[in-house]
């Protein structure tokens, strides 16, 4: 027998909302400060879905060097003789937003969509209770599990109701039967 996620929660006492974040994390693995931007370049370029590398220090966070920003500088005129051998802290976002392992999906998308424009959509930095990094949460992740929430959400209010509605019907008949 399959159980529903309305069982679920009810056992649990949370809602898919209120739940932690930390399972939505991808524990990519971070890079130094020193690193050469030269170097950051080249794992950007030999992996397409990597978005953004966390950079951490002694295990905690302190920026996120995303994959559009790094190219952008990379491309502008003299941007890679510029830049190449730099250290990567020079073209990294030194107050990323940083998100402990226990904050709910609903806290986690409304901290994301309220950024400046410039950064609505790069990645969270994911950290325990301690501030150790852990791993990265893309913002398109959060989004995407968010409507499954709300499409979960809907879907049982929707058989909620129809079992509201079944109960009703049956209540109604119960009632004729023993007035007959």
């Given at each position: 027998?399959?159980?529903?996620?309305?069982?679920?929660?009810?056992?649990l006492g949370?809602?898919?909302a209120?739940?932690p974040?930390?399972?939505?994390?991808s524990?990519?693995p971070?890079i130094?400060?020193g690193?050469l931007?030269?170097?950051?370049a080249?794992?950007?370029?030999?992996?397409?879905?990597l978005?953004?590398l966390?950079?951490?220090?002694e295990?905690?966070?302190?920026?996120v060097?995303?994959?559009?920003?790094?190219?952008?500088?990379l491309?502008?005129?003299?941007?890679?003789?510029?830049?190449?051998?730099?250290?990567?802290?020079?073209?990294?976002?030194?107050s990323p937003?940083v998100?402990?392992?226990?904050?709910?999906?609903?806290?986690a998308?409304?901290?994301?969509?309220?950024r400046?424009?410039a950064?609505?959509y790069?990645?969270?930095i994911?950290?325990d209770e301690?501030?150790r990094?852990l791993?990265?949460?893309p913002v398109?992740?959060?989004?995407?599990?968010?409507?499954?929430?709300?499409?979960s959400s809907?879907?049982e209010r929707?058989?909620?109701?129809a079992?509201?509605?079944?109960?009703?019907?049956t209540?109604a008949?119960r009632?004729?039967?023993w007035?007959?």
């Open positions: 027998m399959e159980t529903s996620s309305l069982t679920l929660r009810t056992k949370i809602s898919l209120e739940r974040i930390r399972a939505l994390a524990p990519r971070p130094a400060p690193e931007v030269r170097t950051v080249e794992r950007f370029f030999a992996d397409d879905e978005e953004a966390a950079i951490v220090e295990e905690r966070p302190i920026g060097v995303t994959r559009a920003r790094l190219l952008l500088t491309a502008r005129n003299f941007g890679y003789e510029v830049f190449a051998r730099r250290p990567v802290l020079r073209l990294a976002d030194l937003l998100v402990s392992e226990e904050t709910s999906l609903v806290e998308v409304s901290r994301a969509l309220n400046p424009p950064c609505v790069d990645d969270a994911v950290v301690n501030g990094y791993g990265l949460l398109r992740r959060l989004v995407l599990e968010q409507g499954f929430v709300l499409a809907l879907a929707e058989a909620a109701l079992r509201a509605v079944e109960l009703e019907k209540d008949l009632a004729h039967s007035r007959t």
